[in-house]
């Protein structure tokens, strides 16, 4: 069994930025695909990003390309989001999630664990 904690949310304001961390035990997540997600008040849970196992490919929603930055340290487990230019529409509670195949879709259904989520807020 895998467990996700997220951690790195917090308030901040416009422009600033944020690295959200996405850390994995019970065992290595080394080789299973990894995503963020999103999901803001009042509206249903999105895809951010995704790298796959091993950490060759990545993968953002459009809106997302430029402004966030995913990488993996396979070393200490863990999954990073790195978010810059954080607009006040950014602000969601941000989930990660294993997919135990090497490449996913990145479809919720398709993720086998979650973590609980970490909430960030954006001022203006």
């Known amino acids: 069994q895998v467990q996700l904690v997220e951690s790195g949310g917090g308030l901040v304001q416009a422009g600033d930025s944020l690295r959200l961390s996405c850390a994995a035990s019970?065992?290595?997540?080394?080789?299973?695909?990894i995503g963020w997600f999103r999901q803001a008040p009042g509206k249903e849970r999105e895809f951010v990003a995704g790298?796959?196992?091993?950490?060759?490919?990545?993968y953002y929603q459009d809106s997302m390309k430029g402004r966030f930055t995913i990488s993996r340290d396979n070393a200490k487990n863990t999954v990073y989001l790195q978010m810059n230019s954080l607009k006040p529409e950014d602000t969601a509670v941000y989930y990660c999630?294993?997919?135990?195949?090497?490449?996913?879709?990145?479809?919720?259904?398709?993720?086998?664990?979650w973590g609980k989520g970490t909430l960030v807020t954006v001022s203006s």
């Open positions: 790298v796959n196992g091993g950490g060759t490919s990545t």
């Open positions: 019970g065992r290595t997540v080394s080789t299973y695909a």
């Open positions: 999630a294993a997919d135990r195949v090497r490449f996913s879709d990145y479809r919720e259904s398709s993720m086998d664990y």
